[in-house]
């Protein structure tokens, strides 16, 4: 794959004009191309920068490679606009005109926020102030610099050129029938343009008409190199989509019974969990057997939730007590009424805390 690399007169943002807009988004476009493709589909990708000087100037071609000079002109030389005339007739390529840094006057403001949204027609009324010169003088461009903390201000840097310097420059293109579409100078910040928005090269509809009408050309064609391989395996891919569809299917199946299985674990886990917290019943009726006089018997024998109650007759209720104390088996145990004495023994109501553990 080709290494893509923007030209740095692309300009990112401050779009001008309608022409601007679609000539970076088309050339965008052209940027993912092949070089050689690029090449003929889009000129205005190596644009002509004609480099001025006071008498003479150079025309270049821009390219990735560099600038390449095409010819030597002179304000003075009969044959210069001919030349130029030449180069240009036919074509509505991107020209940039570019001026030596000394022309440039530059210069440091600061402006109030609230002119952001108006900086240049600001920056003209303040022309006068901040240069020797005024509005009408002058081609200006200017950028915004951070403003850190104080968001009330607005730093600015300007950069002036006289009309004066390059007026018979601009006049030979006129004549020609050429606008410029950028006029900047080496060593500024990129997408310095002095050119005012409303004197940049306009959109020409018919160049626009016929670049669309190549462009959707060339769209139907890649559309239709790219569609043969994408029908031949449309095949393997709808066999594949059977086999996927499939295998889901079985997946699906095989997830409903790993569903029914882990339901199947739970109950079964929760029967064993209540088993092992239901309270041994028989082995707490084997121990009170044990430990219960022969002279006591039971009316009521109650275990829930761990908690033993015993109602009955005997014939000392309160050494059922002690009994019950000293056995492993059992804690906090007290009558839970008080003893009666009915038939010659005692009727008691107590209750116990059982330690014996299920399993």
């Known amino acids: 794959m080709n290494n893509l690399k923007l030209p740095d007169w692309i300009p990112l943002q401050r779009v001008g004009s309608i022409g601007d807009i679609l000539r970076h988004w088309k050339e965008g476009l052209l940027c993912c191309l092949p070089d050689w493709l690029r090449t003929r589909l889009a000129p205005s990708l190596n644009p002509l920068i004609l480099e001025i000087g006071e008498q003479e100037a150079a025309l270049h071609r821009q390219s990735d490679e560099g600038l390449r000079q095409l010819e030597r002109l002179s304000l003075e030389a009969q044959n210069s606009a001919q030349l130029l005339d030449v180069l240009l007739k036919g074509r509505r390529e991107r020209l940039i005109v570019r001026v030596p840094l000394a022309w440039v006057l530059l210069k440091k403001a600061v402006f109030p926020a609230a002119a952001r949204e108006n900086l240049r027609q600001v920056i003209g009324f303040e022309m ?45 293109l006129k004549g020609k029938g050429v606008v410029p579409a950028v006029i900047d100078a080496e060593g500024l910040w990129s997408r310095t343009n002095f050119l005012p ?38 095949g393997i891919i709808d066999e594949l989509s ?23 674990r739970e109950s079964l886990n929760y029967v064993m969990t209540r088993r092992r917290e239901a309270p041994p019943v028989l082995e707490a009726l084997d121990l009170v057997t044990r430990l219960l006089p022969d002279d006591t018997w039971l009316q009521q024998f109650d275990l829930r939730e761990g908690t033993l109650e015993l109602r009955g007759m005997s014939a ?44």
Do not use: C
Not at 140 to 165: K, T
């Open 128 to 172: 006068d102030r901040l240069t020797p010169f005024t509005a009408d003088q002058v081609y200006y461009d200017f950028r915004i610099l951070e403003s850190g903390s104080d968001a009330a201000r607005l730093p600015v840097e300007l950069a002036v050129m006289p009309l004066a310097r390059i007026e018979p420059w601009i006049a030979m």
């Open 197 to 234: 928005p409303e004197a940049r090269q306009r959109l020409n509809k018919g160049r626009l008409l016929v670049n669309g009408l190549l462009f959707m050309i060339f769209l139907l064609l890649l559309a239709a190199a790219l569609a043969t391989p994408l029908w031949q395996k449309r």
């Open 242 to 264: 059977d086999q996927v569809a499939l295998a889901r299917r079985e997946a699906n199946a095989l997830l409903d019974v790993e569903t029914q299985l882990e339901k199947s």
């Open 316 to 359: 000392q209720a309160t050494a059922l007590i002690k009994r019950l104390e000293e056995s492993p088996g059992f804690e906090s145990v007290g009558f839970r009424s008080p003893v009666v004495q009915a038939q010659g023994k005692e009727r008691f109501h107590l209750s116990a805390r059982l330690m014996v553990s299920g399993g």
